[in-house]
């Protein structure tokens, strides 16, 4: 079996996708993003996903796609948002590397916009992300091995910090 070197989770806007992405070149290894296993997998995007099928199925094939990713993928694994909503894919991160991307309301407004192509932002993002903040936040805390700020941080910056924790 094999098991990411670390696993980032957070709130939409924290960085996940950019910052792993660098964290994945510092390391040497691949990048994966389960929001883009989830899309391939459907074959359309996630926006559509919500439109046709609704949110429930989302989060089927966002389990399904985390599960496979947790016992597949050797390098760096993001996972959208919500996906620790699900306790068969927290009870899955037991044992992994996993680095919370903490991040406040603020600078998650600036980085997601106006919640374009993120359906659970459409309507009133800037309450719909601090509602979704506050009650994920707890969730993050639990899985996390580790937490790293990244307000007002350059993804650079926060890559660099997650190698110095990956260090034994």
């Not at 979704?132 to 650079?156: H, I, K, S």
């Amino acid at each position: 079996m094999t098991k990411p070197v670390c696993v980032l989770v957070g709130a939409p806007g924290s960085g996940k996708s950019t910052v792993g992405a660098e964290l994945a070149t510092l390391l040497g290894v691949t990048f994966r993003d389960t929001d883009t296993d989830i899309e391939e997998m459907a074959g359309k995007p996630i926006p559509e996903i919500f439109i046709d099928e609704g949110e429930a199925h989302f989060r089927a094939l966002e389990r399904a796609a985390v599960l496979a990713a947790l016992t597949s993928h050797a390098g760096v694994l993001a996972l959208g948002g919500g996906a620790i909503l699900a306790e068969e894919n927290r009870a899955a991160l037991v044992g992994h590397t996993v680095v919370h991307l903490s991040v406040e309301l603020p600078d998650a407004v600036k980085r997601v916009g106006l919640g374009a192509g993120r359906p659970l932002l459409s309507v009133n993002p800037r309450a719909t992300l601090k509602y979704l903040m506050d009650q994920r936040r707890p969730l993050y805390t639990e899985v996390a091995t580790a937490t790293v700020v990244t307000d007002g941080r350059a993804p650079e910056e926060l890559a660099a910090e997650i190698v110095a924790l990956l260090k034994p």
